[in-house]
C-alpha cells in the first residue's frame, strides 16, 4: 500500500488497469503541459468532457463550487482556495483556451491582493502574477505592474522572468540590465539567479558568434552573370576579373547595344490589309450626345415611391397574438438568484460556456490591467 501511495499519478493509473480511460493517448499533443505533472485520471475527464455533454456539466458545476467556495472562505489565508481553484482549473481544462476560464481566474486573483501588504513578498502571489503575464499578448505591462507596486521584487524568479521575457524581444541590453538589478537588489535564491544570468551570457556568446559568421559568409565572391563558376581559385579569381571588366567598361561609357528583331518587317509585310486599316487610330470620337447615350436616365425623387402596406400592420393596429418566448440561460438565472440573495462574489464567471467568457478573455489579453484602478497603474 505504500509503494503505491509513492508512485507518481501516471504510474499508479497504469498499475489500476483499468479497461478505460485512455483519452490521453488521443489528445496528447493538445495538453499543455505542467512542470508539477497532471492527474491521469482527472486528465482524462477534461479530454472526454469533448464529446461527453454530461461529463462537461459536472466539471463546469465544480468549477462553480470552487468559485463559491472562494467567497464563503473564512480562514487565515484567503490566498489558498484562489490558488486551488487555479490548479484545479489548469488539471480538469488541460487545453487551456477561453472556454477554461483560466485567464479571468488569474486577473481576478491578482487583483483581489494586489495592495495588500501581506502578500507582496509571497512567492505563490507572484507565480500567480507570472502565469497570468504568460497569457497575455504584451508581458512587460504586467512586470511594470509589478516593479511600480513592489509586488515580488526580493523573489529572483521576477528578475529571471522579466529578463527571459526582454530576451525573447531581442533586446538584450534590457535582459542583461534586469539580471543585474536583481543581483544589485540581492533577490533570492541569489544561486538560482546567478545560474540564469550566466546561461544568459552563454547565449548572449552564442548568437553574436553566429552573426560574426553569417557577416563572413556575405563576403564571399559572388558570381557575376555571364561567368563560369570553376573549382579552387580561379573561379574566384575569374568572377573577380569579370566584375573590374564589366567596372571598368562602365568608368568609358562603352554603350549597350541594343537588341533589334531582324524579322519583324517581313512579319508585319504579311499582314492583310484588313488588320491593318483597323490598327489605325480614330479619327473621329463623336459626338458628345453619342459618348454619354448611356447616361440618358433623368434622376427623380426616390421620396415619392410608397411600398404598398398590409392594413394593420402597424405598432397602433396591432392585434393580440401569441407572444414569443425569451430563452433564459439556467446558468445565468441562477446565478442572479445567488446575487440577488446578497452574496457579493468577486467573480464574474457567469456564462461559464458562453460568448461573454470568450469576449472577456479576450480583452484581458490585450489589455490585463483594465479592471484596476488608476492609482495603481504604472505612470
Known amino acids: ?25 488521443l489528445f496528447k499533443e493538445n495538453v499543455r503541459p505542467l512542470k508539477r505533472g497532471r492527474n491521469v485520471r482527472l ?19 465544480h468549477r462553480r463550487r470552487m468559485i463559491e467556495a472562494i467567497d464563503e472562505y473564512k480562514g487565515d489565508d484567503p490566498l489558498q482556495p484562489w490558488l ?11 487545453q487551456g483556451g477561453d472556454y477554461s476560464g483560466l485567464v479571468m481566474i488569474y486577473e481576478q ?9 501581506r502578500y507582496k513578498d509571497d512567492i505563490r502571489y507572484l507565480k500567480v502574477w507570472l502565469d497570468y503575464a504568460d497569457n497575455c499578448a504584451d508581458a512587460e505591462v504586467i512586470y511594470s505592474f509589478l516593479d511600480a507596486n513592489k509586488i515580488g521584487l526580493t523573489q529572483s524568479i521576477y528578475y529571471i522572468a522579466y529578463a527571459l521575457h526582454m530576451e525573447s524581444k531581442n533586446k538584450l541590453r534590457n535582459a ?17 539567479m ?15 558568434r553566429t552573426a560574426d559568421e553569417d557577416s563572413t559568409e556575405n563576403r564571399l565572391p559572388v558570381r557575376s552573370f555571364g561567368t563560369v563558376l570553376a573549382k579552387g581559385r580561379q573561379g574566384i579569381e575569374g568572377s573577380d576579373s569579370a566584375r573590374k571588366r564589366m567596372k571598368t567598361d562602365r568608368a568609358h561609357g562603352a554603350l549597350i547595344p541594343i537588341y533589334e528583331d531582324k524579322n519583324a518587317s517581313i512579319t508585319s509585310s504579311h499582314q492583310p490589309d484588313l488588320l491593318k486599316a483597323e490598327m489605325k487610330p480614330w479619327c473621329n470620337l463623336g459626338a458628345r450626345a453619342e459618348r454619354n447615350k448611356e447616361n440618358n436616365a433623368i434622376p427623380t425623387k426616390w421620396t ?24 433564459v440561460d439556467e446558468e445565468c438565472a441562477e446565478v442572479e438568484k445567488v446575487v440577488g440573495k446578497g452574496k457579493s462574489s468577486s467573480l464574474q464567471l457567469r456564462r461559464e460556456d458562453g460568448q461573454d467568457l470568450k469576449k472577456e478573455t479576450e480583452l484581458l489579453r490585450e489589455n490585463p490591467l483594465r479592471n484596476f484602478p488608476a492609482v495603481s497603474l504604472p505612470r
Open 1 to 25: 500500500m505504500e509503494d503505491s501511495q509513492s508512485l507518481d499519478p501516471e504510474t499508479q493509473f497504469l498499475c489500476s488497469k483499468q479497461q478505460t480511460g485512455n483519452e490521453w493517448e
Open 43 to 61: 486528465l482524462n475527464d477534461g479530454l472526454k468532457s469533448h464529446t461527453d455533454y454530461q461529463l462537461k456539466k459536472a466539471l463546469i458545476e
Open 84 to 94: 486551488e481553484c487555479i490548479k484545479w482549473i489548469q488539471e480538469a481544462f488541460p
Open 109 to 117: 486573483c491578482v487583483r483581489a491582493f494586489w495592495d495588500s501588504d
Open 176 to 192: 542583461n540590465d534586469m539580471f543585474n538589478l536583481g543581483i544589485a537588489r540581492n533577490a533570492q535564491p541569489t544561486e538560482k
Open 194 to 208: 546567478e545560474t540564469a544570468f550566466k546561461k544568459f551570457l552563454a547565449r548572449s556568446m552564442r548568437r553574436t
Open 304 to 327: 415619392s415611391m410608397k411600398i404598398p402596406q398590409r392594413p394593420g400592420s402597424r405598432l397602433g393596429g396591432t392585434t393580440g397574438s401569441a407572444c414569443i418566448e425569451v430563452f
